[in-house]
C-alpha cells in the first residue's frame, strides 16, 4: 500500500510526540519519534512517504496539495490534545477524499471508543508504535494486533473494539528507522552543537510511577544495543553525528547505557543530548556519557519542594537531585533542568522556591512545562476529582502558551504571568547570560542559542 506518516499542519509550533502534545517554548522542533519509529516498520512492507507539516511550516492548503501529489491509500497521522480543534477537520477532509486514516496520539490513549465513535473520519488508533500493531492491521489480521482500538468488521461506529492483550515489558525490535524520509530542514534542537541532528530512541516508556506523566503507563522495554547503533551507523554514514535521544531516562539499565556508551566513544565522533534522573546519575555513568560524546544532560527536577516530588512519586528528594546537578557539571556536560509547575498545590512562594532552586543549581538551561492533566494519568483523575478540570476538555497545552489547570490558590492569568516572570528572571541574569555566550562552540551555535533565546522571550514578555 502507499502509506503516508503525517505530522499534520497548525496555525502554530505544534510538537506531538510519543502520547505528549504541546506548543514549542521557543522554536524547538524535534523530529516526532513516533513516526520516526513507525517509519521502518511501514517501510519494511510497504509503500512509505513522510510529510511533516511542522518541519516544513506548511499551512492547511498547501499541506492539502502535497498529499494530493503523494496520493496515499493510507494516512497514519499523529494528534494532539494541543491541536485537536485544528487536526479533526483537516482529517476529516482527508477521509472524505477516500483516504484511510489512521491516527496517534495523547488524546487518543483515554477513551479511545469514545473518540471514535465522536469521529466516523477516524478509522482506527494505535497506542504503540514500537510493535507490528500498524502492519497487523492493515494486513487484517487482529489476532497479531497488542493494542489498538479498531472498528468491528462492518465499519459500525457503534461496534468499537480496544484490543489490548499484554503488558509491555523486556524487548523490543524495529526495523531500521527511516531518517532519509524526513525532510532535511526545519527541525531545531535548542541543545544541538549542530545544524543536522536525529532524533533515536533506544528504549520505550518507562518504568518510573511519576503520577503526572503519561511515558510511566506504556509500561518500559529496550532495543537491543546492535539495533540501536545500526541506525546510529547509517546516521553517521550520511554525516548526522548530532543525535538526541529521546529514552526518558538514559542509563536506567546501567549495564546496557554503559555498553552504548562504549560503542559510541569507540566511534568517536558522535554528539548528543539526552534525559537522565538524578538518582541514575552517578559518576560512572555522567562520566561514560561524557566520554561517549555527550554534552548535555536533561533532568527532571519538577519542584523544589519534597512534600510535592512525594506526592507525585519522584522517588526522589531535592538534595538528590542537587548532587546530581554537581555531579554532571564536575563531569563537563551542561544541564537542562525541568519542571512541572501549577500542580494543584502550587502558590506564589512555591514558584519562588522553585525558581531559587533553579538559579542556586547552576544548570545551564530550564523548561518550565504547565501541569496538563494528561490523558491516562493518575493526576488527571486527580485534577477531575478536584474540580480543576472536566472530563469534556480536551484541548490542553504543557507548553505553556496558555495555563489549562488553574491551582487551588492561582487562576489560570496568574499562573501564565508567573511562569513568564520565572523564564524572564533566569535568562535575564548577567552573569547568566555571560555564561552562555562564553559556553559556545561555533559561530553556528552562538548564532542559534541568539535566535533561540529571542524566540523564548517573545513568548515570555
Not at 50 to 71: G, Q, T
Not at 437 to 453: I, K, M, N, P, Y
Request: neutral net charge; contains cysteine.
Amino acid at each position: 500500500m502507499r502509506v503516508l506518516l503525517l505530522n499534520p499542519p497548525g496555525r502554530r509550533i505544534y510538537i506531538r510526540d510519543y502520547f505528549c502534545s504541546k506548543t514549542t517554548k521557543s522554536n524547538y522542533l524535534f523530529h516526532p519519534v513516533d513516526l520516526v519509529t513507525l517509519s521502518g516498520t511501514l517501510a519494511s512492507r510497504h509503500e512509505t512517504s513522510v510529510l511533516d507539516c511542522m518541519a516544513e511550516r506548511l499551512d492547511p492548503a498547501a499541506a492539502a496539495a502535497r498529499i494530493d501529489e503523494l496520493d496515499p491509500e493510507v494516512i497514519v497521522a499523529l494528534v494532539g490534545s494541543v491541536s485537536w480543534d485544528e487536526d479533526r477537520p483537516f482529517l476529516a477532509n482527508q477521509a472524505a477524499r477516500g483516504r484511510r486514516v489512521i491516527a496517534i496520539g495523547d488524546v487518543l490513549h483515554e477513551a479511545s471508543e469514545q473518540r471514535l465513535t465522536e469521529e466516523p473520519w477516524l478509522e482506527a488508533a494505535l497506542h504503540v508504535f514500537s510493535n507490528e500493531d500498524v502492519l497487523a492491521y492493515l494486513d487484517g489480521d487482529r489476532e497479531r494486533i497488542e493494542d489498538m482500538t479498531v472498528r468491528d468488521a462492518t465499519g459500525a461506529p457503534e461496534r468499537l473494539l480496544r484490543l489490548e492483550r499484554k503488558q509491555r515489558k523486556g524487548g523490543f525490535r524495529v526495523p531500521r528507522p527511516r531518517h532519509e524520509l524526513f525532510p532535511t530542514e526545519g527541525y531545531h534542537f535548542s541543545f544541538a552543537r549542530s545544524k543536522r541532528f536525529a532524533t533515536v530512541l533506544t528504549d520505550y516508556g518507562c518504568p518510573y510511577p511519576c503520577t503526572f506523566c503519561v511515558i510511566g503507563t506504556l509500561g518500559f522495554q529496550t532495543r537491543p544495543v546492535d539495533d540501536v547503533l545500526e541506525e546510529i551507523d547509517e546516521l553517521r554514514a550520511r554525516g548526522v553525528k548530532e543525535l538526541f535521544f529521546m529514552d526518558q531516562t538514559f542509563g536506567v539499565v546501567r549495564d546496557r547505557g554503559l555498553e552504548l556508551c562504549a560503542a559510541l566513544a569507540e566511534r568517536g565522533d558522535v554528539s548528543w543530548t539526552g534525559y537522565t534522573r538524578p538518582d541514575v546519575a552517578d559518576d560512572e555513568m555522567l562520566g561514560a556519557m561524557r566520554a561517549a560524546g555527550c554534552h548535555t544532560v536533561m533532568m527532571g527536577v519538577e519542584s523544589a519542594d519534597d512534600a510535592l516530588l512525594a506526592a507525585y512519586k519522584k522517588g526522589y528528594k531535592s538534595s538528590i537531585i542537587a548532587d546530581a546537578f554537581r555531579r554532571a557539571k564536575r563531569a563537563g556536560l551542561r544541564t537542562v533542568g525541568t519542571f512541572i509547575i501549577g500542580l494543584p498545590e502550587e502558590t506564589e512562594a512555591s514558584l519562588q522556591r522553585t525558581l531559587d532552586l533553579a538559579i542556586g543549581l547552576e544548570m545551564d538551561f530550564m523548561s518550565l512545562n504547565m501541569a496538563v492533566p494528561r490523558f491516562g494519568t493518575p493526576f488527571r483523575k486527580q485534577a477531575l476529582d478536584l474540580g480543576l478540570a472536566e472530563a469534556s476538555d480536551l484541548v490542553m497545552d504543557q507548553g505553556g502558551a496558555d495555563a489549562f489547570l488553574p491551582t487551588q490558590t492561582l487562576d489560570r492569568a496568574r499562573m501564565v504571568a508567573m511562569k513568564k516572570a520565572m523564564v524572564r528572571r533566569f535568562y535575564l541574569r548577567p552573569s547568566y547570560l555571560w555564561r552562555r555566550v562564553t559556553g559556545v562552540r561555533s559561530l553556528w551555535e552562538l548564532g542559534a542559542q541568539f535566535r533561540e533565546g529571542l524566540a523564548l522571550l517573545r513568548r515570555n514578555v
